[in-house]
């Protein structure tokens, strides 16, 4: 803690706390005195506080005893001489801010104080000390007035300065605005007596202005994003006499912290000791002119010196994201992003860097990269498609092939990339447009362009992006959907239908529900499916009242048959919604009533059910109640009597949140006929769908059931197997392992997939969170906070018809490098917290199937064992000096594989299944 902490306390001793409103008093700095205030400024950067599970709210709490980790931080000691020179009108002054002798002290061992600070030369001791100029007008700063070509650093430190000359006169208590370094804040004033004036504020300030907004980016989803939490206050004695600033003590505190892992992240602790040490007499330069703006031209004049007009807001300094010789250039990255290195923290982090680096890059300079290194280009592009750059776009089209139709990877590879960053270029969607419109020869490749402008449009209206561009704003208000709509309108085929049903998946606009609820009720079963997916991909607050009786309607296959999957699809809607009572009420006489024809259906409807009363306490009083009305807690009504089974499980849980996944399959016959994966995300007031795999099966009941169990819906359908995979929210193209028994029987006697073959795999910014935070002090904060995904997605299937079983196994790997990056750079001193958080895990989906005798089918879901890894470092650099503190700590947390128990039925089946091995 700063000795300035320290005096702090004194004054609160002093001042009590039973303070009501701030003084009505007129202060005045006089023409012709120079007043010489003694001046401090500290700085320290930590990680942010523990947070227990009863503080996961961000606030900063810490659990238990702990002894506060070690900082970094420094002092600038500086004179400072405010001299009015010029007073012309009522409450109104010209205020020069001169700095004398500043100095610079950095935390050393070696200082009088364990752990304390010392004197270190620096930049500071050769600066040209320019003045600032304020116009300064019943207490409130109205305008600054810098030497153009003055050093930022020094010209912010002024204005934090400059900013604790600030007492409105007349303020009463309460909250007032105020223009402070941080912008436009809410500022609550108290006051004891006339000489006494306490500040809070606690952030959320604006910068009105457009040249003073500074760099900013988050994630779409509150989950991924970063929750900034400020505490300011500030205390001043105005003297007896002229009734200026005495003294004044400022502290403030920003804990920074990740929404996901509320560990990872800073804290930003600045004091400000500003005391009166003298009054002097002098008449130099002072003005006379007839307003505060000819004032300053008549300073400027004398000076010779050119002005430059601005707010009390601190300006952005930009500074390198790395420096010195641990920055590694493009050679080195590139390394890293061979294909054996896909799924590794070495790629992840290698990933971060490289889009780090093509942010700042050019056009030309990315292409020459791309072209240089055609053998890591995939994952080149996944950072092209993350920096969401016009440069990088650029360069990533100007390299890529659209019209070979033999090679689409790369194309689609880059493709995969745009749909999935949380701050993609604008400058895209022209692009994938006009090769839309084109028709690429490749139907795959086509489809992928239709999908991925469709989910780039509505990350660009989810963050309310405006490019300044009429037309180009158009094209993503308008032009794109209506597209979408009139292609969709125009199909003569169900597989056209359904691959622009799918990009109305992705465009989740509230306009289309009505044309969705129009297929779904007059199309195709297959197609219906692919429409109520769509649906079921909106978010609840879209999915209006009106309705609930369609999805009801799916629900009980009233008016039309439904597939089987679009109707538990619809089920899922209704109860993630909130159904009323009577919507309960129908949904349990259906599930009551059912019969051996459509035991699975109706099993996994009430797994469903089951697993949303877990998390719904209206919903389990509803069913719960209802199920003792009408007498249906027998065996008979409530025992399963399909394979089909819904649940969801934790994988892990804490303060922060937790994340887990809900798995469902849904049998046919004894066959799969749809699985799904979801992985959410959740923190204490959103939620995200990370990740959803499905599986698809049609017309295969013939291989493992008897004639007269063969399900109704499969009677005619065509042999056919395949996946999805929606990232985000995102429908990514489907991958189809056959269609008809042909293709089916070619694959088993060619061995095709008995060998492990990678689906899918990549690398996207997961979290991309950049802010910019001017401190009360006048410093700059800069954050930025990037989360690294490196992922496959991979499988094999071996199936004996001799021995009449099959094997499968879907594995994903992935690797997740989490960054956060705090500065508080000068251009006399740098300061930074980096926290990282890196994983490597893997989770294996297992299935079973003997048919030799009946059908026997065990399924396993296993996370191997894997470890968590978590590295802060603490920095502290002089530019031109050698001195650089650097402090680290390191922790890894081991986290044990687990089996995932299922459901009974399956582990029944298993023990059958494998009882000679048990």
């Given at each position: 803690?700063?000795?300035?902490?320290?005096?702090?306390?004194?004054?609160?001793?002093?001042?009590?706390?039973?303070?009501?409103?701030?003084?009505?008093?007129?202060?005045?700095?006089?023409?012709?005195?120079?007043?010489?205030?003694?001046?401090v400024?500290?700085?320290?950067?930590?990680?942010?506080?523990?947070?227990?599970?009863?503080?996961?709210?961000?606030a900063?709490?810490?659990?238990?005893?702990?002894?506060?980790?070690?900082?970094?931080?420094?002092?600038?000691?500086?004179?400072?001489?405010?001299?009015?020179?010029?007073?012309?009108?009522?409450?109104?002054?010209?205020?020069?801010?001169t700095?004398?002798?500043?100095?610079?002290?950095?935390?050393?061992?070696?200082?009088?104080?364990?752990?304390?600070?010392?004197?270190?030369?620096?930049?500071?001791?050769?600066?040209?000390?320019?003045?600032?100029?304020?116009?300064?007008?019943?207490g409130?700063?109205?305008?600054?007035?810098?030497?153009?070509?003055?050093?930022?650093?020094f010209?912010?430190?002024?204005?934090?300065?400059?900013?604790?000359?600030?007492?409105?006169?007349?303020?009463?208590?309460?909250?007032?605005?105020?223009?402070?370094?941080?912008?436009?804040?809410?500022?609550t004033?108290?006051?004891?007596?006339?000489?006494?004036?306490?500040?809070?504020?606690?952030?959320?300030?604006?910068?009105l202005?457009?040249?003073?907004?500074?760099?900013?980016?988050?994630?779409?989803?509150r989950?991924?994003?970063?929750?900034?939490?400020?505490?300011?206050?500030?205390?001043?004695?105005?003297?007896?006499?002229?009734?200026?600033?005495?003294?004044?003590?400022?502290?403030?505190?920003?804990?920074?912290?990740?929404?996901?892992?509320?560990?990872?992240?800073?804290?930003i602790?600045?004091?400000?000791?500003?005391?009166?040490?003298?009054?002097?007499?002098?008449?130099?330069?002072?003005?006379?002119?007839?307003?505060?703006?000819?004032?300053?031209?008549?300073?400027?004049?004398?000076?010779?010196?050119?002005?430059?007009?601005?707010?009390?807001?601190?300006?952005?300094?930009?500074f390198?994201?790395?420096?010195?010789?641990?920055?590694?250039?493009?050679?080195?990255?590139?390394?890293?992003?061979?294909?054996?290195?896909?799924?590794?923290?070495?790629?992840?982090?290698?990933?971060?860097?490289?889009?780090?680096?093509?942010?700042?890059?050019?056009?030309?300079?990315?292409?020459?990269?791309?072209?240089?290194?055609?053998?890591?280009l995939?994952?080149?592009?996944?950072?092209?498609?993350?920096?969401?750059?016009?440069?990088?776009?650029?360069?990533?089209m100007?390299?890529?092939?659209?019209?070979?139709?033999?090679?689409?990877?790369?194309?689609?590879r880059?493709?995969?990339?745009?749909?999935?960053?949380?701050?993609?270029?604008?400058?895209a969607?022209?692009d994938?447009?006009?090769?839309?419109?084109?028709?690429?020869?490749?139907?795959?490749?086509?489809?992928?362009?239709?999908?991925?402008?469709?989910?780039?449009?509505?990350?660009?209206?989810?963050?309310?992006?405006?490019t300044?561009?009429?037309?180009?704003?158009?094209?993503?208000d308008?032009?794109?959907?209506?597209?979408?709509?009139?292609?969709?309108?125009?199909?003569?085929?169900?597989s056209?239908?359904?691959?622009?049903?799918?990009?109305?998946?992705?465009?989740?606009?509230?306009?289309?529900?009505?044309?969705?609820?129009?297929?779904?009720?007059?199309?195709?079963?297959?197609?219906?499916v692919?429409?109520?997916?769509a649906?079921?991909?909106?978010?609840?607050?879209?999915?209006?009242?009106?309705f609930?009786?369609?999805?009801?309607?799916?629900?009980?296959?009233?008016?039309?048959?439904?597939?089987?999957?679009?109707?538990?699809l619809?089920?899922?809607?209704?109860?993630?919604?909130?159904?009323?009572?009577?919507?309960?009420?129908?949904?349990?006489?259906?599930?009551?009533?059912?019969?051996?024809?459509?035991?699975?259906?109706?099993?996994?409807?009430?797994?469903?059910?089951q697993?949303?009363?877990?998390?719904?306490?209206?919903?389990?009083?509803?069913?719960?109640?209802?199920?003792?009305?009408?007498?249906?807690?027998?065996?008979?009504?409530?025992?399963?009597?399909?394979?089909?089974t819904?649940?969801?499980?934790?994988?892990?849980?804490?303060?922060?949140?937790?994340?887990?996944?809900?798995?469902?399959?849904?049998?046919?016959?004894?066959?799969?006929?749809?699985?799904?994966?979801?992985?959410?995300?959740?923190?204490?007031?959103?939620?995200?769908?990370?990740?959803?795999?499905?599986?698809?099966?049609?017309?295969?009941?013939?291989f493992?059931?008897?004639?007269?169990?063969?399900?109704?819906?499969?009677?005619?359908?065509?042999?056919?197997?395949?996946?999805?995979?929606?990232?985000?929210?995102?429908?990514?193209?489907?991958?189809?392992?056959?269609?008809?028994?042909?293709?089916?029987?070619?694959?088993?006697?060619?061995?095709?997939?008995?060998?492990?073959?990678?689906?899918?795999?990549?690398?996207?910014?997961?979290?991309?969170e950049?802010?910019?935070?001017?401190?009360?002090?006048?410093?700059?904060?800069?954050?930025?906070?990037?989360?690294?995904?490196?992922?496959?997605?991979?499988?094999?299937?071996?199936?004996?018809?001799?021995?009449?079983?099959?094997?499968?196994?879907?594995?994903?790997?992935?690797?997740?490098?989490?960054?956060?990056?705090?500065?508080?750079?000068?251009?006399?001193v740098?300061?930074?917290?980096?926290?990282?958080?890196?994983?490597?895990?893997?989770?294996?989906?297992?299935?079973?199937?003997?048919?030799?005798d009946?059908?026997?089918?065990?399924?396993?879901?296993?996370?191997?064992?894997?470890?968590?890894?978590?590295?802060?470092?603490?920095?502290?650099?002089?530019?031109?000096?050698?001195?650089?503190?650097?402090?680290a700590?390191?922790?890894?947390?081991?986290?044990?594989?687990?089996?995932?128990a299922?459901?009974?039925?399956?582990?029944?089946?298993?023990?059958?299944?494998?009882?000679?091995?048990?």
């Amino acid at each position: 803690m700063f000795p300035s902490f320290a005096s702090l306390f004194l004054v609160l001793a002093i001042f009590g706390s039973h303070c009501h409103q701030a003084p009505a008093t007129t202060r005045n700095y006089e023409v012709g005195s120079v007043y010489t205030y003694d001046y401090v400024l500290g700085l320290e950067l930590n990680e942010p506080p523990a947070v227990s599970a009863k503080d996961s709210n961000g606030a900063g709490g810490t659990s238990g005893q702990v002894k506060p980790p070690s900082t970094v931080g420094y002092k600038v000691l500086t004179t400072v001489q405010v001299r009015p020179v010029w007073q012309n009108e009522p409450g109104g002054a010209i205020l020069e801010i001169t700095l004398s002798r500043p100095q610079l002290q950095i935390k050393s061992r070696k200082a009088p104080h364990p752990d304390g600070f010392r004197d270190h030369t620096s930049q500071l001791d050769s600066a040209s000390l320019h003045p600032l100029y304020v116009y300064w007008k019943d207490g409130i700063i109205q305008k600054t007035y810098s030497v153009t070509n003055d050093d930022i650093s020094f010209v912010n430190i002024k204005k934090g300065i400059a900013n604790l000359l600030q007492i409105p006169t007349g303020t009463t208590s309460g909250t007032v605005d105020e223009n402070t370094p941080m912008g436009q804040c809410k500022v609550t004033y108290e006051s004891c007596d006339t000489r006494h004036v306490t500040k809070h504020l606690t952030g959320n300030c604006e910068q009105l202005a457009a040249a003073q907004k500074f760099p900013s980016s988050t994630h779409s989803s509150r989950v991924l994003g970063a929750d900034v939490q400020s505490n300011i206050t500030v205390r001043t004695i105005l003297t007896r006499e002229a009734v200026v600033v005495e003294e004044s003590e400022a502290t403030e505190r920003h804990t920074v912290r990740t929404t996901a892992k509320q560990e990872v992240g800073a804290t930003i602790n600045t004091s400000q000791s500003f005391k009166l040490t003298g009054t002097t007499s002098s008449s130099d330069n002072i003005v006379t002119a007839s307003s505060a703006e000819a004032a300053i031209k008549e300073i400027a004049k004398i000076s010779g010196l050119q002005m430059t007009t601005d707010s009390l807001v601190s300006q952005y300094e930009k500074f390198p994201q790395c420096e010195g010789p641990n920055c590694k250039n493009y050679d080195t990255l590139i390394k890293s992003l061979d294909y054996e290195s896909i799924s590794t923290n070495k790629m992840a982090s290698a990933f971060i860097q490289i889009v780090t680096k093509f942010r700042d890059a050019s056009a030309d300079e990315i292409e020459k990269i791309l072209n240089a290194n055609k053998k890591n280009l995939p994952a080149l592009l996944d950072a092209c498609a993350a920096a969401g750059t016009p440069s990088a776009h650029k360069a990533a089209m100007k390299v890529l092939d659209f019209e070979d139709d033999d090679f689409i990877s790369n194309p689609e590879r880059y493709l995969l990339g745009l749909s999935l960053s949380p701050t993609p270029a604008p400058e895209a969607i022209p692009d994938l447009f006009n090769l839309i419109k084109k028709k690429m020869k490749s139907s795959k490749l086509q489809e992928t362009l239709v999908l991925s402008i469709a989910a780039l449009v509505n990350t660009l209206r989810t963050n309310n992006r405006r490019t300044g561009s009429p037309a180009l704003d158009k094209l993503i208000d308008v032009e794109v959907e209506d597209y979408i709509v009139k292609s969709l309108e125009d199909c003569t085929e169900s597989s056209c239908q359904q691959m622009y049903l799918r990009a109305l998946k992705n465009l989740k606009s509230k306009a289309t529900l009505p044309k969705l609820f129009e297929i779904i009720q007059s199309s195709d079963p297959k197609t219906g499916v692919v429409a109520m997916k769509a649906v079921h991909a909106f978010p609840d607050p879209l999915i209006a009242v009106t309705f609930r009786p369609t999805l009801l309607k799916v629900v009980q296959q009233l008016g039309k048959k439904y597939d089987s999957s679009a109707r538990t699809l619809a089920l899922d809607i209704l109860l993630r919604n909130k159904p009323t009572r009577e919507e309960v009420l129908q949904i349990l006489h259906l599930l009551k009533n059912h019969d051996s024809q459509h035991a699975e259906v109706t099993t996994f409807m009430w797994n469903r059910v089951q697993e949303f009363m877990e998390t719904n306490s209206e919903l389990a009083k509803f069913v719960n109640d209802i199920i003792t009305e009408e007498g249906l807690q027998t065996y008979h009504h409530l025992a399963p009597k399909g394979l089909s089974t819904a649940f969801s499980r934790t994988f892990t849980s804490g303060p922060s949140g937790n994340t887990s996944f809900s798995n469902a399959i849904e049998m046919s016959s004894k066959i799969l006929k749809r699985s799904s994966f979801d992985v959410y995300i959740k923190s204490s007031d959103d939620s995200l769908h990370l990740l959803s795999l499905g599986i698809f099966a049609g017309g295969l009941s013939s291989f493992a059931s008897s004639n007269n169990e063969v399900a109704v819906d499969e009677e005619s359908e065509d042999a056919t197997a395949g996946m999805e995979l929606t990232l985000m929210g995102v429908q990514l193209r489907p991958i189809v392992f056959f269609t008809g028994k042909g293709e089916l029987m070619s694959l088993v006697w060619s061995g095709a997939g008995s060998e492990r073959t990678s689906a899918i795999k990549g690398n996207v910014l997961l979290q991309d969170e950049k802010q910019v935070i001017p401190l009360y002090c006048g410093l700059v904060t800069d954050i930025n906070i990037q989360g690294g995904l490196s992922f496959e997605l991979a499988g094999q299937v071996q199936i004996s018809l001799w021995y009449r079983t099959a094997n499968s196994l879907v594995e994903n790997k992935a690797a997740l490098v989490l960054q956060s990056t705090i500065r508080v750079d000068t251009s006399f001193v740098k300061s930074r917290v980096d926290y990282t958080v890196a994983a490597e895990a893997s989770l294996h989906f297992t299935s079973d199937i003997n048919f030799s005798d009946g059908v026997l089918m065990c399924l396993k879901l296993t996370q191997p064992e894997f470890n968590i890894r978590q590295n802060i470092h603490k920095t502290e650099r002089i530019p031109g000096s050698k001195h650089r503190l650097r402090k680290a700590k390191y922790k890894t947390t081991p986290v044990p594989g687990i089996t995932y128990a299922l459901n009974k039925k399956n582990s029944q089946l298993c023990g059958v299944m494998y009882k000679d091995e048990l």
